[in-house]
């Protein structure tokens, strides 16, 4: 279908060369044959008036007339009384595009995608109101590119926001607004790098791949620090030479443990006699469901730990807001660092999700959401209950997945791979894992983006998967031997 690009006329490229001594009105149909012919111009697109396209080029629009009338005779274009001139049926004489294949996953049953929210569930009419009103609402001088760190407005609601429902001891001055949390990390590691730290460690398992990358491109090494079930082991830390650290201690990345209460104040300890810092990722502090609410590390510590959040889990991947509550020495060097990256995060945006937290309809929505995402907690375990009840469950007490103990005989990657057969996406613990193993067989459950129907469907067709299986054997076999649960978080 061609493109309609508004009830204006729309623009047309179109070269003339004055100096070639070649007649003009010839030059432009030889170029408006060209374009028609090497598919520039689709069937049925409609070409600016005479009027406009004599005016882009400088000719009369006599001789555009001219032009258009002998194209019309040629058959290359059509035209119908009150209506544009188009180009028509069959003039071109390029071969038609080739169907491009589908690039989409097909339909899934129940697709357990961890870290994606509920997407349908995205505020728009109070996204679309706050947008609206930023707009109508900004000071001229906003639309300019302003303070790499941020709008003023958007630093200092986080910062109450922060202050109030996180414990931060947050300053707006303080504050670096980023495009999301992959870019939080690659600029504090930058910054980190510029003041000597040479070695960054994180969890493990944990995110391996995003952590390499920001270190690599940092100059750093990054080496792995194992996770049990009081959260990261911070004598491990302590054995290697790193001096920074990434860690999710509200609720660790993927295994769902909270860092324990001594395990909190050791790694303070440590980030203090080693002149290291910690970057804490406020994993899915927002929701919570069987745990009191504990405040961030930074609340503790603001001189040491670097307090990373961003909204793609409270709202949705595709805003890219996220925030840096900054060590006061470390603030010019990260807003430095975001200045040479990209200037700074769109303007309009951080205003609109300045007036979204400021008007309470932030809050609303993360009520909301808690209500949904229990009630598919809820469902995921009712269905685990009926279709693999001796299947461990673990990482429940917050946030929107969960962790599957499958039986020490059992083969990840073919799990996945039945289950993928049976248009149900798993995805395995292997992953997270520094080496990669997939030994002992975890499956992360994410429910965020499922429905409670979807849940219910997905675990019912592969519950005999999640049972067991030796490795070798055919994927709707169901092993007998049980896996001992494991220690809760």
């Known amino acids: 279908m061609p493109p309609e690009w508004s009830s204006s006329s729309p623009d047309l490229l179109l070269a003339i060369d004055r100096s070639s ?3 003009l009105r010839a030059q432009l149909e030889h170029a408006l044959r060209d374009a028609i012919r090497n598919g520039r111009l689709e069937l049925g697109e409609r070409l600016p008036s005479s009027r406009e396209l004599a005016r882009a080029l400088g000719l009369s629009r006599g001789l555009v007339q001219e032009c258009y009338a002998q194209l019309l005779a040629e058959g290359y274009l ?42 349908r569930s995205f ?4 996204w679309t109101r706050a947008m609206r009103e930023a707009a109508s609402g900004m000071p001229t001088e906003e639309f300019d590119y302003g303070d790499p760190r941020g709008t003023r407005a958007l630093r200092e609601v986080l910062a109450g ?21 992959a870019q939080g990390v690659g600029l504090a590691l930058r910054a980190l790098a510029d003041t000597g730290v040479r070695t960054v460690a994180f969890e493990n398992p944990g995110s391996p791949a995003t952590v390499a990358a ?14 049990d079930e009081h959260g990261i082991d911070v004598r491990a830390l302590a054995a290697t030479d790193a001096r920074a650290v990434l860690v999710t201690p509200a609720h660790q990345w993927p295994t ?35 745990r009191e609410p504990v405040g961030v590390l930074q609340g503790l510590e603001p001189h040491r730990v670097i307090g990373l959040g961003t909204v793609s889990k409270s709202l949705a991947p595709a805003l890219r807001i996220g925030w840096m509550v900054c060590p006061p020495d470390l603030a010019e060097s990260l807003a ?7 200037r700074g995060t769109p303007g309009l945006d951080q205003h609109a999700l300045a007036g979204l937290i400021e008007s309470g309809r932030f809050d609303r929505h993360l009520r909301r959401m808690r209500a949904t995402y229990a009630a598919r907690r809820a469902a995921l375990l009712a269905a685990l209950s009926e279709h693999a009840p001796k299947v461990p469950v673990t990482g429940l007490a917050a946030g929107f997945h969960a962790v599957a103990h499958l039986p020490a005989d059992t083969d990840e990657k073919h799990v ?21 193993s997939d030994t002992p067989a975890q499956l992360i459950l994410g429910f965020g983006n499922v429905s409670e129907r979807g849940i219910a469907a997905g675990i019912a067709a592969i519950g005999d998967l999640l049972t067991g299986r030796p490795k070798g054997r055919s994927p709707g076999w169901a092993g007998t031997k049980d896996l001992p649960a494991p220690p809760t978080p």
């Not at 505020?123 to 109070?126: A, K, L, S």
């Not at 926001?161 to 947050?170: F, H, M, S």
């Not at 289950?419 to 990669?436: F, K, W």
């Open 161 to 181: 926001y922060l202050r109030r429902v996180r414990a931060a001891a947050a300053d707006p001055d303080h504050i670096v607004v980023c495009n999301g949390y």
């Open 21 to 23: 001594g070649r007649p």
């Open 336 to 342: 430095e660092q975001k200045l040479r990256s990209d």
């Open 256 to 290: 769902g443990v909270a860092l324990a209460p001594e395990r909190r104040l050791a790694l303070i300890e440590w980030a203090r006699d080693r002149s290291a810092y910690i970057l804490e990722d406020d994993y899915d502090a927002e929701f919570r469901y069987d």
């Open 78 to 119: 059509v035209t119908r009384p009150g209506s544009a001139t188009r180009v028509a049926a069959g003039a071109a004489t390029a071969p038609p595009a080739t169907a491009r294949p589908q690039t989409g996953a097909p339909r899934m049953l129940a697709d357990f995608r961890c870290g994606v929210p509920d997407l």
């Open 123 to 126: 505020p728009v009419r109070d």
């Open 214 to 227: 920001a270190a690599t491109a940092a100059g750093m090494r990054a080496v792995p620090v194992p996770v």
């Open 416 to 436: 996945i791979a039945a289950a993928r057969a049976r248009q149900v996406g798993l995805y395995g613990m292997s992953s997270c894992r520094a080496s990669h």
